[in-house]
């Protein structure tokens, strides 16, 4: 598939999250509509669709990018804002900020132009939209300022299903490199593609989003935490040997907290053992998984060719994707064990629990799962692999249905 091709398929295929989107706007105005989510899983491709359909609709729009300004003053809000004002007094008006979190103060502003708002007829009013490539920055304005006053959609990286309707991805190219839709500016060329994700997104988020936001008094240790992150998916690993094995001066604590961190960027989630206390589920070793399999590509420097000659290897590569997939899907997500007894991930969905074992061999089989599910109270089980629930088919179904 050459680049054309590609950047068609990019802006002719919708996400879900798009549509989600594009629904919110068409209702008269109301809340403010906050877009997070990693870098580079395209979101601000999905305003553009969005705004094109509205205009087609006899909406006007206007994307306003904070990121072509060396240096934009907190004015320019006000004056986009004034404008977009201007359009909504004939027809639906729609205006969305990107890259807004870099102008100093700008939840603020946003919060004394939105309640000037609040006192103009809703038909009258435009839509708001606020993206942006950290969305570290944007939550902390979010909690500062805007409390109440907005509705989130989230932006999560691609899964099976998405890569394959959109360009044809296999289910083994997924597990070895998913999760960006830029891979398929690079295919074949995996090396050139796994330095991209190394450089234009991991360093960006490590050296930039996460030192500009909170306070790393040990940036080094929050790179090597990530690293070692990626080169241990899905496994449970205690704090206290973490530390020792980053040789890096620390303490449980920091860990802790950087781990929160590398969640809160969409880099890694470290999930709690399942249990009905919360004092034993808040105490318990984690369990690391890697938001996106580009990510343990791009550390591990591993082809597919090479992951797939590897079945231990590969078989933790798929159990972190199952892990990612039941997290994008907004579902409360742990694992279990007890001695040495263990269920890969038990997912939560209100008062409904489901117990999600992961096996790419032919060893595992699904009573062994139910009995397993019943002894840590999770109400249903199922087993991902060649005894049960094929990979491809729970990769490419939203884990809602299972429950």
Not at 142 to 165: D, T
Not at 344 to 359: H, P, Q, R, T
Request: some cysteine; proline content about 5%; overall charge positive.
């Amino acid at each position: 598939m050459d680049f054309f091709a590609i950047v068609i398929l990019m802006k002719t295929y919708w996400r879900s999250s798009a549509k989600e989107l594009l629904g919110r706007l068409m209702e008269p105005a109301g809340l403010l509509q906050i877009i997070i989510g990693p870098r580079q899983v395209g979101k601000t491709t999905a305003l553009t669709q969005i705004l094109t359909r509205l205009k087609r609709k006899g909406a006007s729009s206007i994307l306003a990018s904070a990121d072509a300004l060396s240096s934009p003053p907190g004015e320019w809000i006000s004056q986009q804002w004034n404008k977009a004002r201007g359009f909504a007094k004939e027809r639906f008006s729609v205006l969305a900020f990107d890259e807004l979190q870099k102008i100093p103060g700008w939840s603020e502003i946003v919060k004394r132009e939105f309640d000037a708002d609040a006192r103009l007829n809703p038909q009258r009013r435009p839509r708001i939209v606020i993206s942006g490539s950290s969305a570290l920055m944007i939550e902390k304005g979010l909690m500062e300022s805007l409390a109440g006053r907005f509705e989130i959609i989230r932006f999560p990286h691609w899964n099976l299903a998405e890569e394959s309707r959109a360009f044809g991805i296999s289910l083994s190219d997924h597990i070895a490199l998913g999760g960006y839709p830029r891979l398929h500016d690079f295919l074949p060329d995996v090396p050139r593609f796994l330095s991209y994700v190394a450089d234009s997104i991991i360093e960006s988020v490590l050296n930039k989003d996460l030192l500009l936001l909170h306070p790393v008094e040990k940036p080094a240790l929050l790179r090597r935490l990530f690293d070692f992150s990626c080169h241990h998916p899905a496994e449970i690993v205690s704090l206290q040997k973490m530390l020792g094995q980053l040789t890096d001066k620390g303490n449980v604590t920091t860990l802790a907290h950087y781990l929160d961190l590398l969640s809160k960027a969409f880099l890694i989630v470290p999930i709690q053992k399942y249990s009905p206390e919360i004092l034993r589920v808040r105490s318990s070793s984690p369990k690391l998984v890697v938001m996106a399999q580009a990510l343990l590509a791009a550390i591990q420097r591993k082809t597919p060719a090479a992951l797939l000659r590897d079945p231990a290897l590969y078989g933790r590569w798929a159990e972190n994707a199952v892990g990612a997939h039941l997290i994008k899907a907004g579902l409360d997500v742990f694992y279990w064990r007890d001695r040495d007894l263990e269920i890969d991930f038990v997912a939560k969905k209100g008062s409904d629990s489901l117990a999600v074992e992961v096996g790419v061999s032919m060893k595992k089989r699904s009573g062994e799962i139910k009995a397993l599910a019943r002894r840590c109270g999770a109400n249903k089980a199922m087993l991902v692999g060649p005894r049960g629930v094929t990979l491809e088919e729970f990769l490419k179904t939203d884990p809602s249905r299972w429950f």
